[in-house]
């Protein structure tokens, strides 16, 4: 498979990305030493959301979180805004379950009329294992399946079924500015459901494989945030996409149980949207 320049150095990156995480701790044996520094999250989560890539943290058991999102996607075809609402409830300290759906979707196709509509809506569940063995590392176990609600006719949605696995790890370190690096690798495995009319606006099956990682720094009231993602499908089924960006954003903690966040991804390649926003507020109840 040939693969482009800036494909290779994000591939590069990625590599070094987790060179430098594993290289902080080669052990999980060294529970001891970890103690002793202290966690960035023994207690509470330390942020709600990032922005393109999954938390470790759970919800506490009993407590529900309400995410209210915007997304502005600069694609090359045609913009789409997007305002998703999601859901998190702990059933454990350690067990989630969660929700999103895309309540309005809104596309500006190139010479076309405005298309908006709901889309999708994802239902999931989460597993996190926390500062393991008395230490400062972090797993989490992911699942979820996206339904294919919005109108495919409209490019509101693709039409597919989507299960994702994932798996979340995350190191802190409190010596740091209470810094935490983290990584999540994950799948999107594709069934088709429902077809658009017209068979040239059928996107192939291709399922997905997933990459994130970054960093987060704590502030008083805030935090910091940068992430680094990769999608591909090229891999299987004559799939077209591979995108990658690299995601600078800022947490603000408004109040004890409200944040806001603004994100912008900027695409490091030519499958990429050349940017997009991502602002959200979250509500703990």
């Known amino acids: 498979m040939t693969i482009n320049k800036s494909c290779t150095a994000a591939r590069r990156s990625i590599g070094l990305l987790a060179i430098a995480l594993v290289s902080f701790s080669p052990s999980f044996a060294r529970a001891d030493a970890d ?4 966690s960035t999250n023994s207690q509470k989560r330390p942020i709600e959301e990032l922005f393109k890539t999954d938390l470790v943290y759970p919800q506490e058991e009993g407590e529900l979180e309400l995410e209210l999102a ?23 300290d350690r067990w ?19 298309a ?15 500062n393991i063995g008395g230490s400062l590392w972090h797993l989490a176990a992911r699942f979820s399946v ?13 039409g597919f079924v989507e299960y994702q696995p994932a798996l979340i790890l995350a190191r ?31 996107q192939p099956a291709a399922h997905e494989l997933n990459w994130g990682g970054g960093c987060f720094v704590l502030f008083s009231h805030a935090a910091a945030t940068l992430e680094l993602n990769w999608d591909d499908n090229r891999w299987n089924h004559h799939g077209t996409e591979d995108e990658i960006y690299v995601t600078p954003g800022f947490l603000w903690r408004a109040a004890r149980n409200v944040e806001l966040g603004l994100g912008i991804p900027v695409g490091l390649n030519r499958g990429a949207d050349r940017f997009d926003v991502l602002a959200h507020i979250v509500w703990e109840f």
């Open 116 to 130: 908006r509509g709901v889309g999708d809506v994802d239902v999931g569940s989460q597993y996190s294992f926390m």
């Open 70 to 92: 915007s997304v502005y996607q600069n694609h090359s075809g045609g913009d789409t805004w997007t305002l998703p609402v999601s859901l998190e409830y702990g059933l454990t």
């Open 172 to 202: 802190d370190f409190p010596e740091l500015h209470h810094t935490q690096f983290f990584t999540e690798m994950g799948a999107s495995l594709l069934r088709r459901a429902v077809a658009p009319a017209d068979k040239a606006d059928e």
């Open 146 to 158: 996206q339904f294919p609600v919005g109108d495919v006719n409209k490019d509101l949605s693709e």
């Open 35 to 38: 103690a002793d520094a202290g």
């Open 96 to 114: 989630q379950v969660e929700s999103e759906w895309d309540a309005l979707v809104q596309r500006y196709p190139r010479n076309q009329p405005v």
